[in-house]
């Protein structure tokens, strides 16, 4: 893979869409069902990543109670629910995994 | 430019300075990314100065994660930009929300302010546009949570590339789930309504059943599998409610919230 090709790629992919509308601010309008549809996006794409992440961490589907992946994803879950703190999520969330990892070998 | 400095100048000090200030909790979220990105880079295919590179040019955190694992699956070129386009929409929504902010600035402020739009500079930045009604100045806020937020993902990059080459089994250890662990919290405080909570789970089913798909091609139907649904079930809810009630942005509000 050509790196350069690959990062000015990833670079016009990205800054495009930050600055489309910078770039025409106050000139173009957003229809409304366009915002509400990008209002699902974020949410949408970060869980098309996290499943498969978190269910298939070793390439094969994983539902079991042993998967410490998928627990340590509930426990995250359940302090995000609870507390709606992202660093309180992310801390509770790895301690879970690593305990499950490191502390039960699962 | 010391103590005699002209009012304007220290106001955009303050600006600047308040806005790096506002945006260290998010920072402290974003080292053991930045880290774990550099450490994940050489393992996944990328060289490490492909590394630094990718975080001094593209900087953006989840689009550079996806990368990895795309060169990692073996994906071509074309469908790992394609890829970081789609992951990249959200930050429509975010700029739509602040063009009213940035009307009045010259093109080239635009572009860098552009530049630097990341999830955890949105979130600052709206919080300051909310609380301070004066906001001729409020730019130079942007400019210190982006450049803080930046020089942090650079600096945890290079560490991440060095504490790999010292420790290669670092990548067993599973720290991936950080990158997980993370987005969870990142989806959880949109999770309000029915139709978010559908595009969610319709997405997150998807993306198993498509996993295989080739060149991991399967993120992005999911992805836009979940957005149709979510949109549906809102323009339904929408025409259920009496008489406009409910307005188009609610669930983008709410989700903001």
Redesign the interface.
């Known amino acids: 893979m050509n790196e350069a090709a690959l990062i000015v790629g990833m670079f016009l992919a990205t800054f495009s869409v930050r600055y489309m509308l910078f770039a025409v601010a106050g000139r173009v309008h957003f229809p409304a069902w366009l915002s509400t549809a990008l209002g699902f996006v974020p949410p949408a794409v970060l869980t098309a990543i996290i499943v498969p992440a978190v269910l298939m961490p070793q390439g094969e589907l994983w539902l079991s109670p042993t998967n410490p992946w998928l627990l340590a994803a509930l426990v995250a879950v359940l302090v995000a629910l609870v507390r709606r703190d992202l660093l309180t999520t992310i801390v509770g969330g790895m301690a879970a995994f690593m305990l499950l990892r490191f502390g039960f070998g699962l | 430019m010391s103590s005699s400095d002209h009012p304007q100048v220290a106001g955009r000090r303050h600006e600047f300075v308040a806005g790096a200030k506002a945006t260290i ?2 920072i ?2 974003a080292i ?1 990314f930045g880290i774990l990105f550099g450490t994940l880079a050489e393992p996944s ?3 490490a ?2 590394a630094l ?2 975080s001094l ?4 955190g ?3 994660f ?2 990895l694992g795309l ?1 990692a699956a073996g994906a071509a ?2 469908v ?3 890829t ?10 975010y ?2 929300n ?3 902010k ?2 009045h600035l010259p ?1 080239r402020w ?2 860098l ?3 630097g ?1 990341t ?1 955890e500079t949105f979130a600052a930045v709206s919080n300051r546009y909310l609380q301070q009604q004066d906001t001729s100045q409020a730019h130079w806020f942007y400019l210190g949570s982006f450049l803080a937020m930046y020089g942090n993902w650079v600096l945890c990059t290079a560490l991440g590339v060095g504490l790999g080459e010292l420790f290669p089994d670092m990548t067993s250890w ?1 720290l ?16 309000r309504n029915t ?2 909570w559908a ?2 789970i ?7 059943a498509t ?1 295989t798909m080739p060149h991991k091609l ?2 992005m139907v ?3 599998s ?2 149709a649904v ?2 549906s079930l ?2 339904l809810k929408q025409r259920g409610a009496d008489n406009g009630e409910v307005e ?2 609610e ?2 509000e709410e ?1 903001r919230g």
């Open positions: 909790p998010l402290v979220g053991p295919g990328l060289s100065l492909g590179a990718m040019i593209v900087f953006a989840a689009s550079q996806i990368a060169l070129l074309p790992i930009v394609a970081t386009l789609v992951v990249n929409l959200r930050h429509l929504l700029a739509a602040l063009v009213p940035v009307r093109q635009r572009m302010m552009a530049f739009l999830d599973g991936d789930f950080a990158m997980s662990v993370t987005f969870i919290g990142m989806v959880v405080p949109y999770l139709p978010m595009a969610v319709v997405a997150g089913a998807m993306a198993i996993a399967g993120l999911a992805a836009l979940g957005i979510g949109l809102h323009l188009a942005v669930t983008v989700a």
